[in-house]
């Protein structure tokens, strides 16, 4: 890994942690597209990105935690949850082409993009 890559990919986790801290976003929305972009393959990504975020998700629940923010419950059982999900997509996306896979990631952009304008016109910040 040469300086430069590893220089980039501080400032990336340097963005991230503080997107994620700020706004909520997963660091997927943010490491994947920056991975690829570094020259990564779109699979190398994802999978390099659920580590990746992993010091950034107990970092930032540990802080919300002291606010009062978190709820431990919930987050166990999505958490569960998302093991089954996670099996069923790795095998998914290791059975794909890659280039779907890309265009399936940016469709998901795309879809998180309008929902977060949707909510922000209307009154409540909430989907009808």
Do not use: H, K
Not at 37 to 44: D, H, T
Not at 89 to 108: K, M
């Amino acid at each position: 890994m040469s300086t430069s890559t590893i220089i980039l990919a501080v400032c990336l986790g340097l963005v991230a942690g503080v997107m994620s801290g700020l706004l909520g976003v997963g660091g997927g929305i943010l490491f994947v597209p920056l991975l690829v972009a570094l020259g990564l393959g779109q699979v190398e990504a994802a999978a390099t990105s659920l580590l990746a975020i992993i010091p950034t998700a107990a970092v930032g629940a540990l802080r919300q935690s002291r606010y009062g923010n978190l709820r431990v419950r919930p987050a166990l059982v999505i958490g569960v949850a998302s093991i089954v999900g996670v099996e069923i997509g790795v095998r998914v996306a290791t059975s794909i082409p890659e280039d779907v896979l890309r265009r399936l990631f940016g469709v998901l952009l795309i879809a998180v993009a309008l929902q977060l304008a949707w909510r922000a016109r209307s009154p409540e910040g909430e989907l009808p």
